[in-house]
């Protein structure tokens, strides 16, 4: 069974400090994804990822840098946390040879930046 | 305009209701095309995918019109525990098969 993890499910962090979302999968993966999710209007791509130290630019990365030095661990960081980076966070992987490019989310990270 | 574009509902039906859930896609050269769930507070899980043809998994229906670029849900008795949200996914026709997700159609069944 796949498992994605995501160390909080729950962050509040104040204007301006640095922030790290941490996301590990356990099935191998070669892609991972970061998404933030907003009420209406659904999961939009922030940066993914399709090898180890391989890192691209989704549909809204300003703000955002990502790491990945191991291939089952994708982090997010926001560099300088502010107000309109309140979401709920979802990390996502998927292989490149799965049926249908099924991606596989973790729980969430509901971020709150006060 | 949005790439992928659903009504929001909510759409409050009784048990044992059929109800079908409309999507949109403005990329005429999208490649594929699915359904996934979100419970509340949960994070989305592939429902089904949607082919030309038309596919049925149960109770469930996805149909696909390319010429209209629209992507349909159907749901037969419905269930209370087909209560969620429904989001509409393509994938683009640009490199590393980038899903796009719509905002999704909450279903509330009640008893």
């Known amino acids: ?3 994605v993890t995501q160390s909080s499910r729950y962050l509040v962090k104040r204007t301006g400090e640095k922030v ?5 999968q356990d099935m191998d993966h070669e892609n991972m994804f970061w998404y933030r999710q907003d009420p209406g209007l659904g999961l939009r791509l922030i940066y993914f990822s ?15 840098s990502v790491s990945r030095e191991k291939k089952e661990r994708f ?11 309140t979401s709920m966070y979802l990390c996502a992987s998927s292989s490149p040879s799965g049926i249908f490019n099924e991606q596989y989310f973790g729980p969430g990270t509901r971020l709150t930046v006060t | 305009r949005k790439e992928v574009e ?14 079908a859930f409309n999507c949109t896609y403005s990329n005429s050269a999208s490649q594929s095309f699915f359904w996934y769930r979100q419970d509340c507070r949960k ?3 592939l429902l089904m995918s949607v082919y030309s043809s038309g596919n049925e998994d149960g109770r469930f229906t996805a149909q696909l019109n390319r010429a209209s670029q ?3 849900l159907l749901i037969r008795d419905s269930k209370l525990s087909d209560s969620a949200t429904y989001l509409c996914v393509v994938i683009s026709s640009g490199g590393y098969n980038k899903l796009i997700f719509g905002a999704g159609t909450r279903l509330a069944v009640h008893p």
Do not use: R
């Open chain 1, 75 to 85: 982090s997010l960081i926001l560099e300088s946390a502010s107000t309109n980076q």
């Open chain 1, 1 to 3: 069974d796949v498992k």
């Open chain 2, 70 to 72: 629209y992507i349909s």
């Open chain 2, 43 to 45: 994070e989305p899980k």
């Open chain 2, 6 to 19: 659903q009504d929001p509902g909510p759409f409050n039906v009784p048990e044992g209701a059929t109800v």
């Open chain 1, 50 to 64: 399709y090898d180890v130290k391989m890192k691209e630019k989704g549909d809204i990365p300003e703000g955002y």
């Open chain 1, 20 to 24: 790290f979302l941490e996301c590990v």
